[in-house]
Nanobody
Framework: QVQLVESGGGLVQAGGSLRLSCAAS???????MGWYRRAPGKERELVAT???????TYADSVKGRFTITGDIAKKTVSLQMNSLKPEDTAVYYC????????WGQGTQVTVSS
């Protein structure tokens, strides 16, 4: 049974920080893990990914504020979010993939102004 268990969402004031964590299980092989988000009324968008060999990708909107770390072999990934802005408010989804992408249930991040 595939599971991606997320933790760490919540409510924070603008300028604050949150840390999201995710642990995957039931997936035999993973080559990339990361985070996407869906804001109200918008499509899901990439936030950050980390792949085999520590190849990292960030959305332009979070560069310099968010840091992704992870251990693909241990099937864990975290996202440190600093200098949060109201426009970062969204449901954040953990993802893990080799060929098939798997998704967590999502965790709400709300940034108040």
């Amino acid at each position: 049974q595939v599971q991606l268990v997320e933790s760490g969402g919540g409510l924070v004031q603008a300028g604050g920080s949150l840390r999201l964590s995710c642990a995957a299980s039931g997936i035999s092989r993973i080559t990339v893990m990361g985070w996407y988000r869906r804001a109200p009324g918008k499509e899901r968008e990439l936030v950050a990914t980390i792949g085999t060999g520590a190849v990292i990708t960030y959305a332009d909107s979070v560069k310099g504020r968010f840091t992704i770390t992870g251990d693909i072999a241990k099937k864990t990934v975290s996202l440190q979010m600093n200098s949060l802005k109201p426009e970062d408010t969204a449901v954040y989804y953990c993802t893990a993939a080799d060929i098939t992408p798997y998704w967590g249930q999502g965790t709400q991040v709300t940034v108040s102004s």
